[in-house]
Nanobody
Framework: QVQLVESGGGLVQAGGSLRLSCGASGRTFTNYAMGWFRQAPGKEREFVAAISRSGGSTYYVDSVKGRFTISRDNAKNTVYLQMNSLKPEDTAVYYC?????????????????WGQGTQVTVSS
């Protein structure tokens, strides 16, 4: 079992920045690829970004490329999502997820463990 706890969400004006953190506990962190997903009211959960076990490969949904950066600190068992130039359409609950397989990182169904989510609200 892996326990994931997100933090760093909040209310920000359009154009602002937030950094989300996801701390992992319970198993060796480097065994897991990590991803961030988000879910807006009335919409399905969607892929945002992912990072491989080593951190050597990263993936993004087109709508956040150039604005968001995913990174991981394996010594701290933490994955981050730096979000810049935020837009109102980024408003959602953001979820951290972990998977053992280290492939198909854009797929919701490929992840084994999920955090409880953190709310991000971007005002116009």
């Amino acid at each position: 079992q892996v326990q994931l706890v997100e933090s760093g969400g909040g209310l920000v004006q359009a154009g602002g920045s937030l950094r989300l953190s996801c701390g992992a506990s319970g198993r060796t962190f480097t065994n897991y690829a990590m991803g961030w997903f988000r879910q807006a009211p009335g919409k399905e959960r969607e892929f945002v970004a992912a990072i491989s076990r080593s951190g050597g490969s990263t993936y993004y949904v087109d709508s956040v490329k150039g604005r968001f950066t995913i990174s991981r600190d394996n010594a701290k068992n933490t994955v981050y999502l730096q979000m810049n130039s935020l837009k109102p359409e980024d408003t959602a609950v953001y979820y951290c997820a972990a998977q053992v397989k280290n492939y198909d990182l854009r797929s919701y169904g490929a992840y084994d463990y999920w955090g409880q989510g953190t709310q991000v609200t971007v005002s116009s």
